[in-house]
T-cell receptor, first 115, second 109 residues
Framework: EAGVTQFPSHSVIEKGQTVTLRCDPI?????LYWYRRVMGKEIKFLLH????????ESGMPNNRFLAERTGGTYSTLKVQPAELEDSGVYFC?????????????FGNGTRLTVT | DAKTTQPNSMESNEEEPVHLPCNHS???????IHWYRQLPSQGPEYVIH???SNVNNRMASLAIAEDRKSSTLILHRATLRDAAVYYC??????????FGTGTSLTVIP
């Protein structure tokens, strides 16, 4: 089966611009997660979708970040306007179930550089 | 969520077994212990998980202490492709994974 795919793999934008990251989960996976690693820090949770609904968005850093999953398939994460501290790698993951017995499948991430 | 303690780094010779330890003394009774690894320039990759009993799969074995306060990931024959950062993650009823800093494994040819 195809894995989790993320687009683009790299993005370089200027401070103040807008960027949209896309994630295509594994087909049939209702649960979709966004994580990120900013420079020198640990990988941190951002939010969790179950189908098209946001189950937990407690990790979203501020209102410059907007995640959507229309139709319950692919998801987008928009950063508007981008700030320097948003630079990092953004990972998407999906799973069949949200239970703690279900492994997550991660994409290879989008490396975002804000200059 | 339970906090974990892992060595910052470990080394292993190629084709030898590797035992990666993890302490999770505050784990709750329903937390599964997940292990993931991250190879350079890739996303985290699932390795194995378990609750109480030792677990084996094609990638590794997971040995869980009887009191569940620690676990050990065992790579039976390390290869150069196993060089990665390994994360031990107790996963409870919340849906967030707390990755911590992990153990950076170096495999020496």
């Amino acid at each position: 089966e195809a894995g989790v795919t993320q687009f683009p793999s790299h993005s370089v934008i200027e401070k103040g611009q807008t960027v949209t990251l896309r994630c295509d989960p594994i087909s049939g996976h209702d649960n979709l997660y966004w994580y990120r690693r900013v420079m020198g820090k640990e990988i941190k949770f951002l939010l969790h979708f179950v189908k098209e609904s946001k189950q937990d968005e407690s990790g979203m850093p501020n209102n410059r970040f907007l995640a959507e999953r229309t139709g319950g398939t692919y998801s987008t994460l928009k950063v508007q306007p981008a700030e320097l501290e948003d630079s990092g790698v953004y990972f998407c993951a999906s799973s069949t179930e949200a239970s703690y017995n279900s492994p997550l499948h991660f994409g290879n991430g989008t490396r975002l550089t804000v200059t | 969520d339970a906090k974990t303690t892992q060595p910052n780094s470990m080394e292993s010779n190629e084709e030898e077994p590797v035992h990666l330890p993890c302490n999770h003394s505050t784990i709750s009774g329903t937390d599964y212990i997940h292990w993931y690894r991250q190879l350079p320039s890739q996303g985290p990759e699932y390795v194995i998980h378990g609750l109480t009993s030792n677990v084996n799969n094609r990638m590794a074995s997971l040995a869980i202490a009887e009191d569940r306060k620690s676990s050990t990931l065992i790579l039976h024959r390390a290869t150069l492709r196993d060089a990665a950062v390994y994360y031990c993650i107790p996963r409870g009823t919340g849906n967030q994974f707390y990755f911590g800093t992990g153990t950076s494994l170096t495999v020496i040819p």
